[in-house]
């Protein structure tokens, strides 16, 4: 009589990634579902609550102790949680003992939006310019919960060609970025980095359609 053979398959690793507003959260949830990322898991931290970077920083750790993931980030625009260069410099030891990763965008998360366009030549400190941009390529767009439920549902597979693009012109960018305040403007490519290792190429074949 053969014996069956035990399934010896490893457990997947587990990501975590906590957003600091509610629009981020959806943006991401989007992306989860479009590149089939089954072991990433999105949060929006509580309102409110997690208003500083601090606050954000350990309500991340207490939910990757609680999930116990094997890496978790917590997402933050600069304006998000009113935070400056010095302050996310000071911050990185105390986000390792936490065993969280910082992913920023230095001023706003916009940022990642607008590297879909093209990396500008200087460093930006103010935003307004280059969302008037993005408010031009993406008729009705704004940061908002209710973009993102409404005309901006398909966005993230909307940019998705362009995420190769985008990765690059991030990384282009923090080189500007570092001359000019000491500290890259993103961490995207890094958590890009994570991503894909913890959770695999995206796999985008059941999105044939893109709802209008």
Excluded at 136 to 147: F, H, M, R
């Amino acid at each position: 009589m053969k014996t069956r053979k035990k399934n010896i398959t490893e457990p997947k690793m587990m990501l975590l990634l906590v957003c600091a507003t509610e629009a981020e959260a959806l943006y991401f949830s989007q992306m989860r579902k479009d590149c089939r990322y089954v072991n990433l898991t999105v949060m929006q931290a509580p309102e409110g609550k997690c208003n500083d970077l601090e606050s954000l920083i350990d309500y991340t750790g207490r939910q990757r102790s609680k999930g116990r993931f094997d890496s978790a980030w917590a997402l933050f625009g600069f304006d998000d949680v009113n935070t400056n260069v010095a302050q996310v410099k000071e911050m990185e030891e105390y986000s390792a003992k936490k065993k969280v990763k910082m992913l920023y965008f230095n001023p706003s998360f916009e940022l990642w939006f607008i590297m879909h366009l093209g990396a500008p030549a200087a460093f930006v400190s103010d935003i307004a310019p280059l969302r008037a941009k993005l408010e031009q390529a993406l008729p009705g767009y704004s940061l908002t919960p209710e973009y993102f439920l409404t005309k901006g549902l398909n966005m993230h597979i909307k940019l998705f060609p362009r995420h190769s693009t985008a990765d690059l012109n991030a990384r282009n960018y923090n080189n500007v970025a570092l001359a000019a305040t000491g500290l890259k403007a993103t961490t995207m490519p890094d958590f890009n980095e994570d991503l894909t290792a913890i959770c695999g190429l995206a796999d985008m074949s059941h999105n044939q359609k893109v709802r209008r």
